[in-house]
């Protein structure tokens, strides 16, 4: 659709035909970060109807690890894999979203998110949101169904928050995003690893970023307003 809009010269409130095509696709967006200098997870990609081997994939990203299809949404198709002996299922499941799925190492650490937009001509990270998740990850129901906290602020150190938000802005600007965007970050110790990069965030009532606004005192009018007035 963007490259429709593009060749009609009607503008839009997301990213161009590269950005979008980028950032659906997850192996490559964190290929591209880690070149450039961002810490990602130890991944490996599997494509339908290659053979794999249980043993290389668990010494290559360890257990626990997290399978999902590598160009979904709302955590469909993803589980996290504590034994060997449940990896072929989970891979199963995330090969009936997507031909390709990625496999990546689990991260013990605090999980948070951030949205950034265009505000006055300006790319603006709003407020860091911690993820604390009912469940074992934050999955569709713990993302859905009310089975997970969201604590804007994320409770950091002033430091890690701040590079947190600096790092969402660089991201914006590299990969030349619009309208309104979500990063997604494990923070372990100091580190801090992108986990993923959201170009189509939910924007209903309980999704993050009106939340993340509305805790600066930004209104939902207001920042529909802010990623319309971006796009001209």
């Known amino acids: 659709m963007q490259g429709y809009f593009e060749l009609l010269g009607i503008p839009t409130t997301t990213g161009n035909t590269l950005n979008m095509s980028l950032t659906f696709n997850k192996k490559t967006t964190t290929r591209v970060l880690s070149t450039m200098g961002f810490t990602t997870?130890?991944?490996?990609?599997?494509?339908?109807?290659?053979?794999?081997s249980a043993s290389f994939i668990t010494q290559n990203v360890g257990l626990p690890c997290f399978v999902k299809p590598n160009?979904?949404?709302?955590?469909?198709g993803t589980s996290r894999v504590n034994q060997v002996e449940?990896?072929?299922?989970?891979?199963?499941?995330?090969?009936?979203?997507?031909?390709?799925?990625?496999?990546?190492?689990?991260?013990?650490g605090i999980e948070v998110t951030c949205g950034v937009i265009v505000n006055k001509g300006k790319v603006m990270a709003l407020p860091v949101?911690?993820?604390?998740?009912?469940?074992?990850?934050?999955?569709?129901?713990?993302?859905?169904?009310?089975?997970s906290e969201e604590i804007t602020p994320a409770r950091l150190d002033d430091k890690i928050y701040l590079r947190v938000q600096q790092y969402s802005e660089d991201i914006y600007r590299r990969l030349d995003c619009r309208g309104m965007i979500r990063v997604d970050y494990i923070i372990r110790g100091e580190d801090i690893y992108v986990i993923e990069v959201n170009t189509t965030p939910g924007f209903s009532e309980a999704s993050i970023i009106p939340q993340q606004a509305a805790s600066i005192g930004m209104s939902k009018t207001e920042l529909i307003s802010a990623v319309i007035e971006s796009s001209f």
């Open 86 to 108: 449940d990896l072929h299922l989970a891979i199963d499941k995330a090969f009936h979203e997507d031909s390709h799925v990625i496999i990546e190492e689990f991260i013990s």
């Open 129 to 147: 949101t911690e993820i604390v998740s009912q469940k074992e990850f934050f999955d569709y129901e713990a993302k859905y169904q009310g089975k």
């Open 71 to 76: 160009c979904g949404g709302s955590s469909i």
């Open 41 to 52: 997870a130890r991944s490996i990609e599997l494509k339908a109807l290659e053979p794999y």
